[in-house]
């Protein structure tokens, strides 16, 4: 069905040539949309699919190991009944026939020449040698006779079609041939290799091999259309990936109990298994993407990022080849036509440089997000999911679940457009800048480090036509081995979803540095389809081992990586007039890892090595499923503060707030108040371990601790006591009163609920509640030195303060996953700590005293 639509509209995927200006300097794409001249008429020149592809054969593996082939898009797949589902069977069969008649006609463009050069080779005047004819067309006899009988045997099964017909068996005698195919491939580089050296040798062959004739569909209008040899040769390569492809999309609207079924499945089995086969020897020439001037030209790297154009975000898909960066907007289609691009600009790699020529040159402004509107984001994408899982369990919850997916893919496409914030600057030699945001510094890196490996070779600046750009670009997506857009729509649902919870790393150590340097790691997770940094190590300082030992605890929302980088400190002043996102330190290695499942959900460490560029990082991991993290565990022994009711606590210490609340608050305000993501970036996990030890034992030695402690661990830890409480600060049985008082509408009302709430508070919670509701306030007036506003330390400890524990979290509650428990009212547990952080001074006394604490009568 796939290729229905393509057969019937792939000429109107290419854009008219007015649609780009190029010069020397660079290129940039300011044409009209979707190939309309200035007029307003479409404007669609007939050019050949793609001459600029190289061979695609690319099977995935399932689970078993067997090979399996992509899945057509989810739009295409009929419901409801035999009659639709063979009509759609028709409509897949129409549509290749179509293609077959097009291919049929390439072949026989190729065999025109290859008679009379294979003649004219025993004459006295040859243009080319046997042997050089039977390379470039070896196989190409045969394989225009397996598909000339095959389309002679399809055409009129297609033209009398009813529901008895069956084509299972001819689908069937086609996969059994492929064979010439693996010959044809194992031919393909000699033949074109062969064709070139005869063309710089032969002009005559040379004006053949340029100008090959091609007869058009019986109904089309053009009765021929010239194209390259080289073109031609291609299209062998491209039609076994096609044909198993069909085969997919034929299953899917063939009943089981057809006859065509078994036969159609053993067709695509004997097919996938081919692909499997020869995947291997295809790979180095997979992503190869040849000009029309023979120039070889592979995609190294492709990817997503944003790109900051007239100061705002537009999200592009940005080529690497092996001579120049090219720059696409993907263009929004119909469902079941191939995705198409805009080129927006391409750079020569050798007009590619890193640094400006005027370092006073001013860098666009970059407008960040507060990060809250980023986590409300988050949180609004996990309710979503989980929406759309209990609308699947529904009888009728199909046509929602569609409606819900669109809402999901526009709010996660947001979130991949303002979540990065990290600059990626690239400059032409002639002037012209451009910049992107990129949320992973690793990601950053790997972007310089593939550019910088190919500006070694000896690069030649290139100018191309705009046909050849969208030929380029077009092919890029064509080759199937360019990246999607990270969103939930484009991952089928049994795609792991990745890990919900809490995972515990250890950086241990690293070797094989040359020199003593002053060295740091960072570890980043991946999350909702981008990477963020989660933690930093101590700079370990003039060392060529260094030995951390450090423990981290990091959230894991979705997470299927972890990565490490490490890092030389820079101390260099000068370097540091950057933006506030520019990271100047050198990456010395950066590794990642895949965080499997059944490895890390051990209750045993597992321990690690990632190597990167020499060095090796030792590290050891175990992981917590968000079910059991978050439970609130009773302390079995009274005698400490972590795990024991607040009122015993106070009690013991005949206080009124708990001496390690004061204590933790007292640091962070004198040290901590200006650190960059105080009480959000994750302190060392041991440290907080032993501050924890020294609070329960209440040893002398505490207030020495604490000053010589890193400061994020001290907030860690005072988030670790709040997080351990046996009930949360604001009480279960209020939480439910909590949940209604914060969805109230009126002003009045809501004011005269939420005191009401904080009054009905035991006595030790809302004075403990108060102190900190002070102190966050102070921290969050040095937002624009920390960047932690009053949304992003409500977002830290609104759950932590209001959770329930297990038993109340259970009552009423029918969770399915590990997300749901993340979703499920943690926005209102949010807004109820952002209303008190809004709120005018709150004093106790006064709380107290006024049992109408606001009147309603407004």
């Known amino acids: 069905m796939t290729f229905f639509f393509e057969a019937l509209c792939f000429v109107r995927s290419l854009v008219s040539y007015d649609d780009f200006n190029y010069n020397t300097d660079g290129y940039e794409g300011d044409g009209a949309e979707d190939g309309k001249s200035q007029d307003g008429s479409e404007t669609l020149p007939f050019i050949d699919e793609s001459p600029t592809m190289s061979p695609q054969l690319c099977a995935t593996q399932g689970p078993d190991g067997e090979a399996v082939s992509p899945t057509p898009p989810e739009g295409l797949l009929a419901g409801g009944g035999i009659e639709k589902g063979l009509e759609m069977k028709k409509l897949v069969l ?161 009943p089981k109990d057809h006859p065509d079924f078994p036969l159609l499945q053993d067709a695509l089995r004997i097919s996938q298994n081919f692909l499997s086969s020869i995947n291997e020897e295809i790979d180095p020439r997979r992503t190869a993407v040849t000009t029309p001037k023979g120039e070889a030209r592979q995609l190294v790297k492709d990817g997503f990022l944003v790109e900051v154009s007239e100061s705002s975000r537009k999200l592009r898909h940005v080529f690497l080849f092996t001579d120049l960066l090219l720059c696409a907007k993907m263009k929004k289609t119909a469902v079941g036509r191939h995705q198409q691009y805009e080129c927006k600009w391409y750079l020569p790699l050798a007009d590619l440089t890193f640094q400006t020529l005027d370092d006073s040159e001013s860098c666009p402004s970059i407008q960040v997000l507060p990060e809250h509107e980023i986590e409300e984001m988050k949180i609004k994408i996990s309710v979503l999911k989980s929406e759309i899982q209990k609308e699947k369990k529904a009888p009728k919850g199909q046509s929602r679940v569609e409606r819900l997916r669109k809402k999901m893919n526009e709010q996660e496409s947001w979130l991949l457009l303002h979540s990065p914030t990290i600059p990626f600057r690239i400059h032409n030699r002639h002037g012209k800048s451009y910049q992107f945001l990129i949320s992973s510094d690793y990601e950053r890196s790997e972007w310089r480090e593939s550019i910088q490996k190919l500006q070694k070779k000896d690069l030649q600046a290139c100018v191309l036509s705009s046909v050849e750009l969208q030929v380029l670009t077009s092919s890029c997506f064509k080759l199937r081995t360019v990246h999607n857009i990270p969103v939930t729509s484009n991952k089928d649902d049994e795609e792991t979803p990745g890990l919900y919870g809490f995972l515990h790393v250890i950086v241990h150590s690293a070797k094989g540095f040359k020199d003593s340097a002053n060295l740091y790691c960072t570890l980043e997770v991946d999350s909702y389809g981008y990477f963020v940094s989660k933690a930093k190590t101590r700079v370990f300082r003039d060392t060529s081992e260094p030995q951390w030992n450090e423990e981290f605890e990091i959230e894991l929302e979705g997470s299927q990586y972890l990565r490490i980088l490490c890092y030389e400190n820079c101390y260099d002043k000068s370097m540091l007039n950057k933006d506030d996102n520019e990271i100047v330190d050198k990456i010395m290695g950066k590794g990642q890892v895949q965080l499997d499942p059944q490895t890390v959900q051990s209750k045993n460490w597992h321990m690690d090595v990632i190597e990167m560029n020499g060095i090796k990082v030792e590290f050891s991991m175990k992981f917590t499923s968000r079910d059991l993290s978050l439970k609130r565990t009773p302390s079995k022994k009274q005698s400490g503060v972590f795990g024991v009711k607040i009122n015993v606590v106070t009690k013991r210490e005949r206080s009124k707030v708990p001496y390690i609340v004061r204590q933790c608050i007292e640091e962070v305000e004198k040290r901590g108040i200006d650190e960059v993501g105080i009480y959000r970036i994750s302190g060392v996990a041991t440290d907080i371990q032993a501050l924890k030890a020294a609070f329960d034992t209440n040893t002398k030695e505490i207030l020495v601790m604490l000053s010589d402690m890193d400061i994020n661990a001290i907030a860690g830890t005072l988030k670790l006591y709040f997080r351990e409480l046996p009930e949360p600060l604001l009480t279960d049985r209020l939480y439910p009163a909590f949940m209604e008082g914060i969805a109230l509408s009126d002003p009045a009302a809501k004011e005269n609920c939420m005191m009401h709430l904080l009054r009905s508070l035991p006595d030790p919670n809302l004075m403990t509640f108060l102190p900190l509701l002070d102190h966050l306030k102070r921290v969050a007036e040095k937002e624009p030195i920390n960047k932690m506003s009053l949304h992003n330390l409500a977002t830290v400890f609104g759950p932590t303060l209001l959770r329930p524990s297990e038993s109340e979290s259970a009552k009423g509650l029918h969770i399915t996953s590990a997300s749901d428990i993340w979703s499920h009212d943690v926005m209102a547990q949010v807004q109820v700590l952002l209303y008190y952080l809004q709120h005018p001074p709150i004093s106790f006394a006064e709380l107290k005293r006024n049992t109408l604490y606001f009147s309603t009568d407004v």
């Open 94 to 254: 129409s549509g290749f026939l179509a293609s077959e008649e097009i291919y049929i006609n390439q072949l026989e463009a190729l065999l025109l020449p290859m008679r009379p050069l294979k003649a004219t080779a025993t004459t006295s005047q040859p243009v080319l040698t046997i042997q050089q004819v039977e390379t470039i067309f070896y196989k190409i006899q045969d394989i225009f006779e397996i598909h000339k009988e095959f389309y002679d045997a399809l055409l009129p099964n297609i033209q009398h079609w009813d529901e008895k017909v069956t084509v299972g068996h001819l689908f069937q005698k086609l996969a059994s041939q492929l064979g010439v195919y693996k010959a044809f491939v194992d031919n393909y580089k000699v033949a074109l290799e062969t064709a070139e050296k005869c063309s710089q040798a032969h002009v005559q062959f040379q004006k053949i091999s340029e100008n090959l004739k091609v007869k058009g569909p019986k109904d089309s209008k053009d009765c021929t259309t010239s194209v390259s040899m080289e073109a031609l040769l291609y299209k062998p390569i491209d039609r076994v990936t096609r044909s198993t492809l069909v085969l997919h999309d034929l299953l899917k609207h063939t």
